[in-house]
């Protein structure tokens, strides 16, 4: 199965088409996309930006990693899910969406940065309390976690406004030659 035919099997489910006929539950699972788009993004930002001694120097890193790890996950869950039925609902539109492909492209990217820095870097925040200075290494996790984040919520809101000619043009040409 091709990954044009995974898009138009999901699409062409019953709960993606309930989901893109209604008028309220679409847009509910958008609000509560965007919730927990806040929610993650306050708690990757400020872990962020204490990692780059940017807010709260005399907080240890550790508490504010500690506190704010439960808020992360859970606000990345409701992300992921909610994220999930939304591009379920026009997953074949989205597969020719350039600003879709390029959100996924980071978001993998963003898997491999949890990979690379998080035993090191968010794991071991107690470490990071004793240091005399942050360590370079916790300032490009934090620094490469802000870029990946913000680029991903601007990619994003490009998704559901902006759609490149070229999107146009490839999904005709596709269509034409599928008939």
Request: hydrophobic share 55%; aromatic share 10%; proline share 3%.
């Amino acid at each position: 199965m091709s990954a044009l035919e995974l898009a138009q099997w999901i699409q062409s489910t019953g709960w993606a088409s309930y989901l893109r006929m209604s008028a309220y539950i679409y847009p509910s699972i958008l609000a509560s996309h965007l919730t927990g788009i806040a929610l993650f993004a306050g708690a990757v930002l400020v872990t962020d930006l204490r990692l780059l001694g940017v807010i709260m120097r005399n907080q240890p890193v550790s508490d504010v990693v500690n506190q704010l790890r439960w808020p992360k996950r859970i606000g990345f869950l409701i992300v992921a899910m909610c994220g999930f039925l939304l591009a379920s609902s026009k997953a074949e539109e989205y597969y020719y969406n350039t600003f879709f492909r390029i959100k996924l492209t980071l978001l993998v990217l963003v898997a491999v940065h949890a990979l690379v820095f998080r035993g090191s870097v968010y794991n071991n925040a107690a470490a990071l309390d004793q240091a005399r200075r942050m360590p370079g290494k916790a300032k490009l996790a934090a620094a490469l976690s802000l870029l990946l984040w913000i680029s991903i919520a601007c990619v994003g809101r490009g998704i559901g406004y902006i759609e490149p000619p070229l999107d146009k043009l490839h999904a005709a040409l596709t269509r034409m030659t599928a008939r």
